[in-house]
C-alpha cells in the first residue's frame, strides 16, 4: 500500500510475487524497480519479509582483522566470567540472608533489619574495648561503617537514653501511689504528664521501656482455696478416709 497525493494504491498478491520474482532474476535491481513500478522500497521490504524470502533481504557483511576478531573473542570470554561471577555473588548474597532470617528467627527478632540494628551495638563496644591500639577508622572499617555512622547512632543512643529516663521518673512517681498500675493505664493518666515535658510516648514504646528495665507489672498467680484448714477451732479427724466399703 503506498500512500501519495491522497492516494491510496493496493497491490494484488500476484503483482507483488511478480516483482519478487523480477527482484530474484536480477534483471533490475531494487530502486530500479521502485522507480519503473512507483513502488515505495519500503514497501518492496515488506513483501519480501511477508513471504520469508531471505535469499532477497539485504545482508550485512562485517570486515574485521585478525586482531580485531581475537580482541572480540577475549572480551566475550571477559563478559562470560563476569556473569558467573556476579551469579555466585547473587548466590552467596541469597545465603548469607537465608543465615540472618535464621538467626533473626532464633534470636527473636521481627526482621533482618532488626537483627542489623545491633551491628551498631557491637561497634560500641568495639570502640570501648579497642582503647589505645586501633583508631575509629579502623574499626569502623571492619564493621563496613564510616566515622560518620558511628557518631549518628552514638547521638541518637544518648537522646533515646535521656528519653527513657524521662519516662522512667514519671512512671515511678506515678507508681509510689498505684504500684501495680499497668502499662495500658498509665498511657491514660499519664498523658497529661508526658505532654508537659513534651514526650511523646505510645503504648508500644511504654511497654518496650518498662520491660527493658524490668517494670512491667506481672499477673499474680491465682490459686483458689476449696478449704479452710487454719481456723482456730476443733479439727476432727477423718475417719472415712482408709475405710474399705464392702456392702451398698
Known sequence: MYRNDKVIRRYSEPFKLKILAELTIGKHTK????????IAPTTVNVWIKKYNRKDLMNTRVKVETKDEISRIKGLQKEIEQLKKLLLKKDLDAMVE????????EDLGFKSIAELKK?????????KEKSKRFASLTTITHCFGLKRDAYYKYKSRADKRLILEQQIINIVRKRRKSLPREGVRKLIKSLDIDFNKVNIKVGRDT??????????LTLRKKTSARTTNSYHRFYKYNNIIKDLEVTES
Open 31 to 38: 530502486s530500479e524497480l521502485c522507480k519503473l513500478y512507483s
Open 97 to 104: 540472608e537465608s543465615y540472618l532470617e535464621v538467626a533473626a
Open 118 to 126: 545491633v551491628k551498631y551495638k557491637a561497634l560500641i563496644k568495639a
Open 206 to 215: 511504654l511497654f518496650n521501656v518498662l520491660r527493658k528495665h524490668q517494670m
